[in-house]
């Protein structure tokens, strides 16, 4: 039996096993708890966000499969010592990447090394799985306290 | 070869299933996601064609040759159904659109009856189906809701039943097989102790009827739900039996036409059971569908069916439990074959898609049973379920599925 897969990069799997910023944050400003009720799949995102809205630090806890948590990983080290606008601005491009509707291998975007999950969007029933973390850092920057995505 | 299992020619049996022969991802289809739903044989396929191409009216109105020939086939479904749990009067069974439905209905309409402090009781093992509509008559009604624990080994604690039933008990709802833990409960018994108590009782049979034979006259039970879709029938099906006079002194749930004895402007007086409620046109094609699954079942023989699936169980469990890092949920003595597992190596969604890779269907998730994932501490679990129309060799291939997960991971 041979498996290939478009989905479980090594890249993925080593964010899988060992994530980044896996931790709370010191001094945490905000917070968001996201959870996929398909899945049970819960995250919180942790941020230390200064006056001048620049993401100093950031974290994740919770639980998931290794789709949602090398994505929350490598969102952490993507995300971390930018603003909250550029922050917002990585998650619609993110998205659009996932769901088909941008190229990763074209230009016009920011998405650098977290191009790696447009293999996504061959498995619709994964893409909450890549997004989770996502939704739960725009969540966190709104300060609306909780996400469910639907 | 097994002496039980002689007989039994599981390639005929698939010959029967023309999505057996489908291919997912470019590889042949290992479907093991049976407790979820059933694929429907040719005859079920056929009959619903037949019906829909050649004999189509509506049922129950029209008074033309064609509506009512369709409306003796479609009452033919419910004698073949009441036949089918041996429960005798036909008007007995309400076609609903599944058990989910068949288990609404009841918390609607019986539930009507319940009043502030009344107890209902329902089981650690539930289904959401089986638990949410009791916890939102909890929260409109103030009545108690109380859950049999379920022990380490995925069996009920008949003592934990004993103890919660009392005066106040007016309902039992519970599964009469797990949908996770695949324990078959011991229905006639918890019947029994519900009855003495005074209070009803509702068998929720999803995972059940579809692999045990049924009767609700030996069980005495007051109510039974399941649908139609896991027992090879078309979707948009299912049953709910119930006791004619508990019936009768039901108010109707859902209301509409084709439910009613007379509307004036003023009031309406309501049709006696099973029609009382079957509101709205009825999903004939699938009841008659429904109908042609009971016939194909009953030709291959449910305790034959049964036996043969207790030796896919038994297989299941031994080479599963031969997997590295596979730690099985779920095992009670007495089992519907399912097996539950959380594997060491990965979360059961990356399981599930790298099986699917791999041309198996299985799920992976909560199985629309989050307290039983609380209880036995995992968000998830992957889940394989059974048909007749499984073969040894396909749990052969899952667990070299399971060894490439635990590469791809490891």
New interface residues.
Partial sequence: ?S?Q?D??QQVI?DH??NPKNFREVEGETHSCDGYNP?????IKIHMRVDDRGLIEDVGFSG?????SKASASMMTVNVKGKTLGEARTLFEEFHKMVVGELDAKGGGHHLGRLAIFEGVRE?P??IK?ATLAWHTLVCAIDKTGETTIE | MDKKTAPFDVDKIRADFPMLSAKVNGKPLVYLDNAATTHKPLAVIERVRRFESEQYATVRRGSYALGERATEMFEEARKKTADFLNAGDPRQIIFTSGATQSLNLVAHSFGKSLKAGDEIIISNMEHHANTVPWQILRDELGVVLRVIPVGDDGVLSMEGYAKLLGPKTRLVSVTAASNVLGTVNPVKEIVRMAHSAGAKILVDGAQSVPHVRTDVKDWDCDFLAFSGHKIYAPTGVGVLFGKYEILDSMPPYVTGGDMINTVTLERTTFAKPPQRFEAGTPAASQVIGFGAAIDYVNSVGMDKMAAYEQTLLDYGTRVLGGVKGLRIIGNAPHKAAIISFWLEAAHPHDVVTILDDLGISMRGGHHCAQPVMQRFGVPATTRASFSFYNKTSEIDFLAEGLQKVIEVFG
Wanted: with cysteine; hydrophobic share 25%.
């Fill in positions: 039996m498996y897969s989905l479980y799997l899988n096993k398909l899945c049970g799949d819960k639980s998931g499969c290794a789709i498995y029933s994964r799985c």
